[in-house]
């Protein structure tokens, strides 16, 4: 059954995969992808690749997005059986508390913290899970030490915004899974990579761009959207089409292929926006892919997001929908830069 960008969302952002423990995510995405490609496979990292061969003459080209989510891993235990854990990936105390977060057993807990008169005082070392347990030993009945729970939640439309946990970046994964399906003939070699661990630091986008060995690669994640109150400084709005990253703390954008990116989306009239991330912070794949081998020409896509890290992180379906023609109609071009 073919299902819809919209319905993939939904079904990816509901699998429970933090960091380092992206498997059942790998496994839906191999169902949904396997008849539009010639190859799945999993690397030694446990990345999930999926090639579609081109016709001839073409290019061997990457597209990423991390199948990963933020979460928390389980430290220790009171003997009131409340659990302490330590942040996986950008998880802040200050988005946890009061939300509800799944454990990997299926258990359900909910985030709470201590007393705090200042929000300085709010720390994740103050911040406990509570499953209902009533004694440590109950508690370790449930939850290992070591074990990881995400924030969960049902992903909601609220008009053409898309609302809910892991969307960063279960929505580059689903655009990825509309261009397998719709790509059609193409000359090139299209080589669909969906990561592990891209939200502790890029890690498996570069052992991935190392065994692909591409020509060049688009990596598609979310960007934070500089349209609300005190939001950051950056450029970039919720519904106003894909954002071409030009530079983050990490990364530096290819003059050649953002060019052509752009000249591309012109020719489509695909509104694209441009973002330009000014603070030394923060990371994306594309830092490791891009030196990958002996480099690969790298362009970042994302898509704008509302509050990322949170259990409420919202994506607008005709920004999803136009990163995947853009995506598209690059791959039917020459990738000439």
Sequence with gaps: MTLSLVERLHRLAAIWGPSGREHKVAEVIRE??????DEVSTDKFGNLIATKRGTAGGKRVMLAAHMDTIGAVALNVSDKGLIYMAPVGGFKAHHAIGQRVVWGSGVVG?????????????????????????????????????????????????????????????????VLLEVAEHLGACAHDVVFAFTCQGEIGPRGAGAAAWSID????????????????????????????????????????????????????????????TEIVASPGGHNDAQV????GQGVATAVIDIPARYRGTAAEMVHVRDLHATADLLMRLLGSPLEY
């Excluded at 949904?32 to 490609?37: G, Q, S």
């Excluded at 509570?130 to 609220?158: F, H, P, Y």
């Excluded at 892919?289 to 990958?292: E, I, K, L, R, S």
Aim: aromatic share 4%; glycine share 10%.
């Design 289 to 292: 892919v891009a030196v990958a």
């Design 214 to 273: 591409p020509a060049l690669a688009f990596v598609i994640d979310v960007a934070s959207a500089g349209d609300v109150p005190k939001g950051p400084r950056v450029d970039v709005k919720l519904g106003g089409g894909p954002a071409l990253k030009l530079k983050d703390g990490s990364y530096m954008a290819h003059q050649g292929l953002t060019d052509m990116v752009r000249q591309v989306a012109m020719d489509g009239v695909i509104p694209v926006q």
């Design 110 to 174: 909910v985030l709470q913290h201590e007393p705090a008169d200042d929000a300085k005082d709010v720390d994740f070392r103050k911040l406990w899970c509570d499953i209902g347990a009533t004694s440590k030993e109950e508690a370790l009945e449930n939850i290992r030490l070591g074990d990881m729970c995400v924030m969960t939640g049902e992903l909601q439309q609220m008009g053409d915004a898309m609302v809910g946990p892991a969307l960063d970046d279960r929505a580059g994964c689903a």
């Design 32 to 37: 949904m992808i396997t008849p539009y490609v």
